[in-house]
């Protein structure tokens, strides 16, 4: 009796003979394996073509930019350094706002509808939308082109989410480097959305011109402290979500914020913040919301504080860029990175307290001088 089980060609692999049901034919070559797919390498473009492109408004050019700074590479950061000081002169023209708020307060919503009035008036807007990462996995979510959908499609419009990376004051390490890629690629109105975290934001305070703060109605007692401590930095305050059934708690809670305000002392000298009542679902408030803004920018232009405020900023800048190099040199010592795993393994044991062992690991770059 003859064999009639399926027979497999030669070039099928061993244990593949349940996905073939064929048979082979005489005098019918088998078919040659496919061709290897090349793989094809993109080159990085040079720091000074980067820049070239970046400034004469290349959009792709900016992302690269903003990759390249947001980069912990050590192989990154010189090419970083020339791309930042080849487009340095093209920056410092914008109108740096700020836009924190409790959590809830829908940020995101009111960016998205007052971004589209301002592209609607002739504005380039860039939107550094920062997203908070996980404390577990270090991940995030990056979801805020998704919640600005239409924004996002506006060519007016640039949107730049960032993990926020555990970073205080709920911004990026990088936020400053990126607001000046941005102004160099031309855009004149940049705004910088926190995480909304409730503590840190003089971070944010120290990189903008104007800080706007977004409340709600209703929120509750337990929400006071983080009210008070942001409302004492704020340049504007925008009560949302004044609609429906809600307008009556809006107007009640933006009666009880200018009364708070009246008793502060002003962040901007001789301004006192007012408090607006905004609907970013029925898109009321945009109007006077930025004919605020427009006044706020006048008072600090004539007053030279926005000058002030600019040479404050650099310096901020400065100084926190020393600070993470010297962490980073610090922690890169093989030396010191030995000596501090034997000191944290004796602290976790319980041998020595984390006040001298800070000493002693210090002591060996910076002798204390007492």
């Not at 040199?329 to 393994?345: G, T």
């Amino acid at each position: 009796m003859s064999d009639l089980s399926p027979r497999l060609p030669a070039w099928v692999p061993p244990g593949a003979g349940k996905a073939f049901a064929c048979r082979e034919m005489p005098g019918v070559a088998a078919p040659s394996p496919a061709p290897a797919v090349p793989t094809v390498v993109v080159a990085r473009p040079a720091p000074a073509e980067l820049a070239e492109r970046l400034v004469a408004g290349d959009r792709s050019a900016l992302a690269r930019a903003i990759t390249l700074v947001e980069s912990n590479a050590p192989r990154h950061r010189s090419d970083a350094r020339e791309v930042i000081e080849m487009v340095s002169n093209r920056a410092g023209q914008s109108r740096r706002i700020g836009i924190s708020g409790v959590p809830g307060a829908g940020k995101s919503t009111f960016i998205e509808v007052f971004g589209n009035y301002l592209c609607d008036r002739g504005r380039r807007l860039a939107v550094l939308a920062v997203d908070p990462s996980s404390s577990l996995s270090g991940g995030s979510i990056l979801g805020d082109k998704t919640r600005m959908e239409l924004l996002s499609r506006r060519q007016e419009c640039f949107i730049r989410p960032s993990p926020a990376g555990g970073a205080l004051g709920g911004v990026t390490r990088k936020t400053r480097e990126t607001i000046l890629l941005c102004e160099a690629a031309g855009y004149d109105t940049i705004l910088v959305e926190t995480v909304g975290v409730g503590q840190s934001e003089i971070t944010v305070r120290s990189m903008v011109d104007c800080f706007l703060l977004l409340m709600i109605a209703g929120a509750g007692d337990e929400l006071q402290g983080i009210k008070k401590g942001i409302i004492e930095i704020a340049d504007l305050i925008a009560v949302n979500k004044a609609d429906g059934n809600n307008r009556n708690r809006v107007r009640a809670a933006r009666a009880e914020l200018e009364r708070v305000t009246s008793f502060l002392n002003p962040f901007t000298t001789d301004w006192r913040p007012p408090v607006l009542a905004v609907s970013a679902l029925e898109r009321e408030g945009l109007k006077e919301t930025w004919a605020e803004i427009n006044r706020f920018f006048t008072h600090i232009a004539e007053s030279g504080e926005q000058t002030e405020r600019r040479k404050h900023q650099a310096l901020e800048w400065w100084r926190g860029l020393v600070e993470q190099e010297l962490r980073t040199r610090f922690f890169s010592d093989p030396r010191i990175a030995s000596e501090a795993a034997r000191l944290e393994a004796e602290i976790l044991a319980g041998l020595k307290p984390p006040s001298i062992a800070a000493e002693e690991v210090l002591d060996l770059i910076i002798p204390n001088p007492a």
